[in-house]
C-alpha cells in the first residue's frame, strides 16, 4: 500500500520528490489546532472502541479480539515477534494512511463531498472484510472518525499519529498480556 500510495500520488503530480508527494497526500507539520484534533481524537477513538468492545461486542457474543490476535498474550517462544513487529507496523501505518488518507480521500472529497468521512469509512470496512466481521465490529469507531477528523483538517500527519498511537497501543497491551 505504501508503495502504491507513493506512486499514484506521484503520478498526480507529475513528480517523485518528497516534497511534492508529502504535498499531494496532504501530510504537514500539526500545527497547534491540529494537535487539539490530534488528542481529542485519539481520546474519542478510544473511549468509543472501548465501549464497543467492552460493552457492545460482549453482549451480541462477539470476541472484540480479531483471529490473529486470539493468541494473545504471546508465549515466551514467540516473543521473537515483538521484533519484526516495527517493520510490518511502519508499513501497515503509513501504507493505510498514504493511501486511504493521503491518496484517495482527497480524491473522495471532490466527488462526495460533505459525505465523504462516511462514503470513506464505509469503503475501508470493505478494505477490511477478510479480515473478519471481528474486526469490523471491534473497528467500526476508527473506520469513521479518522477520515471525519481529515476531512475536516486537511492533514494526514493527525490520521498518522492517531492510527499509529492506538495501533501500537492496542497490539502492545494484547501481545504483552495486559487486556483482560
Known sequence: MLFWALFLSGRDVSSYAPAALLARMRVKKLTRADWVWTVGGFVFLSVTSFLVAKVLMPRLGID???????????????????????????????????????????????????????VHGLLWIVWHLPMGLDLIFAAAPIFFILPAIIQVRKNTTISIVIHAVFGAMGFLVLALGYAH
Open 64 to 118: 472484540p479480539r480479531p483471529f490473529f490476535f486470539r493468541d494473545m498474550p504471546l508465549r515466551t517462544d514467540h516473543m521473537w515477534v515483538l521484533y519484526v513487529w516495527p517493520l510490518f507496523f511502519f508499513f501497515n501505518i503509513f501504507g493505510e494512511e498514504f493511501l486511504w488518507r493521503g491518496y484517495i480521500q482527497p480524491r473522495q472529497e471532490l466527488l462526495t463531498g460533505r459525505w465523504t468521512w462516511l
